[in-house]
């Protein structure tokens, strides 16, 4: 209480300029004096700066591609849900629920190819790829419902992706993930 709303703030921070660099919308992630708009941008970066965007061109472009198929199944959702903060009509639930049971699984079975064998999405080690995989079935809209997580359980490696312990033990994954999550908040730092 007593604090400004990010609603409040937001007007304030668009009219001193803050968000240009994201063509006055968030987020906006303001580095040693510089602003990076556009949140897959952000991500990208904060990737690098962590250590979690590959271990060379290669690699970087395969998980800036694993992160592109994984926003195509968000969206994919986002288009049978519609909005999150409406509440779901009877046609929305039914949607959802042909989403869960038919779309879903289709999604995944290509998704799992695409996986490695290693227990990460690409590579060897932790990168962008598995924390955006873990942010969608644990995470938002769609993964705030059990059964994004429970229907892993058909494709052993997204399983093995998700419940990898480095996900948990990455000190810097808290840090991705706020990102990752932060489309309606000032990321002005």
């Excluded at 271990?55 to 969206?75: F, G």
């Excluded at 986002?78 to 959802?96: L, V, W």
């Excluded at 924390?131 to 093995?160: F, I, N, W």
Aim: include cysteine; proline fraction near 4%.
């Amino acid at each position: 209480e007593g604090k400004p709303k990010v609603e409040d703030r937001h007007a304030e921070d668009k009219a001193a300029g803050r968000f240009e660099a994201n063509l006055d919308r968030l987020p906006v992630l303001k580095v040693n004096g510089s602003a990076i708009g556009q949140s897959k941008a952000i991500e990208r970066y904060l990737a690098q700066e962590f250590g979690l965007a590959g271990s060379n061109s290669i690699q970087a472009a395969q998980i800036d591609a694993y992160c592109e198929h994984v926003r195509d199944i968000s969206t994919a959702y986002g288009k049978e849900r519609g909005s999150p903060f409406a509440p779901m009509s009877d046609e929305t639930k039914e949607k959802i629920e042909k989403w869960f049971a038919e779309t879903l699984p289709g999604w995944f079975e290509r998704l799992e190819k695409a996986t490695g064998p290693d227990g990460f999405a690409v590579g060897e080690k932790l990168s962008l790829a598995d924390v955006c995989l873990h942010q969608l079935v644990t995470a938002g809209t769609m993964g705030s419902d059990e059964r994004s997580l429970a229907s892993l359980c058909e494709y052993p490696k997204l399983d093995a992706v998700v419940k990898q312990d480095v996900l948990f033990a990455h000190g810097t994954i808290d840090a991705m993930c706020t990102v990752l999550q932060a489309d309606n908040i000032p990321l002005w730092h």
